[in-house]
């Protein structure tokens, strides 16, 4: 009966205590090797178990804290491996401490004095309004469509190459409406290493659009001329700016997005450059990234291709599946 389960079990004392086999135990043919210095092939902290059918219960001392899996029904008894003790949560505490703090601040301590102002601005960025004569802050103009551009960017670092078993895709579609607080929760629940993409996936959307040169140049070409539109303004625009940033809930939110998405961008360039192994040649462009938007947007326009860097081939991923 126990041949048919499979069970892991964590043990949390020192050491096993000294054993003397029992005649019943020696019926079952039970036998107990503790590990000591004069055997070479056994480590001074591993105890295994053996019966009759050459099946083992591995024991490895960790500190304080002992893991033990059983391997019943193994074919490979030797090769059974020690359970990790888990992935380091501490990153993914602060990163939601601050999206917590994030949303607090904008829904409690983020200045609110204009509420009707941002709904009247709201309508007229999304041409609800018609021409009423008002003329808009060129600044907050740019601003306005630069915050779309941003998440095609960001799918275009993380589907390819930020995966984890958390899906990234609903956080990126999401982020065309809340843009970075939208983006910290899969910040903060990625976990490296990302999947390996097959070249088959490649060929497939939306990987064949994400890693277009097409998709790249055209971002790279729309957020610098939204960029420069939005400097040509006189300097009375960046005054009225400045003051709506201080008065309205809108603005200073939108403002605030795009300061956090500009932080992260560079990680994630980073970790996109070191997944497609073009650090070396590409190193340069991690200060580069810094600058808002631009930098990013160049990099994936210079960046190669995945299929040429990492991505195998569909022959080397049929013959390495074990299924056949």
């Known amino acids: ?60 001392k960790k500190g304080l804290f002992h893991v033990c899996r059983s391997s019943l029904n193994n074919p490979d008894p030797d090769k059974t491996e020690i359970q990790d003790e888990g992935r380091d949560w501490t990153s993914s505490v602060l990163l939601f401490a601050l999206w917590g703090a994030l949303l607090y601040y904008c829904f409690n301590l983020a200045p609110d004095q204009t509420p009707t102002q941002d709904l009247y601005f709201v309508k007229k960025l999304l041409n609800l309004k ?12 740019g601003l306005w469509y630069i915050m779309g551009l941003w998440p095609v960017v960001y799918a275009m670092l993380l589907l390819p190459t930020g995966r984890s078993k958390t899906q990234a895709w609903p956080f990126v579609v999401f982020s065309f409406f809340g843009g970075v607080y939208a983006l ?21 959307w939306p990987f064949n659009v994400l890693e277009s040169k097409v998709t790249a140049g055209a971002t790279l070409v729309a957020g610098l001329g939204l960029i420069l539109y939005a400097l040509v303004g006189n300097a009375g625009d960046w005054k009225e700016f400045y003051q709506y940033f201080r008065e309205s809930k809108f603005i200073h939110v939108t403002s605030l997005d795009f300061c956090l998405l500009s932080a992260f961008a560079p990680f994630w360039v980073y970790n996109d450059m070191t997944a497609r192994k073009w650090f070396d040649k590409g190193r340069w462009l991690l200060p580069v990234s810094v600058v808002p938007f631009l930098g990013p947007s160049l990099y994936l326009l210079l960046r190669p291709a995945l299929s040429e860097t990492t991505a195998p081939t569909d022959s080397s991923a049929s013959s390495s599946d074990p299924s056949q």
């Open 1 to 60: 009966m126990l041949e048919s389960i499979n069970l892991p079990i964590s043990c949390n004392f020192s050491s096993f205590p000294h054993l003397k086999p029992s005649r019943k135990a020696q019926s079952r043919n039970l036998t107990l090797v503790q590990s000591r210095a004069p055997l070479p092939f056994l480590k001074p902290d591993r105890i295994l178990l053996r019966n009759s059918n050459s099946q083992f219960l591995k024991h490895e």
């Open 130 to 141: 018609g021409d009423d004569g008002f003329r808009m802050n060129k600044i907050l103009v």
């Open 184 to 204: 910290l929760p899969y910040f903060a629940l990625w976990n490296p290493p990302s999947p390996p993409v097959s070249e088959s996936e490649l060929r497939q």
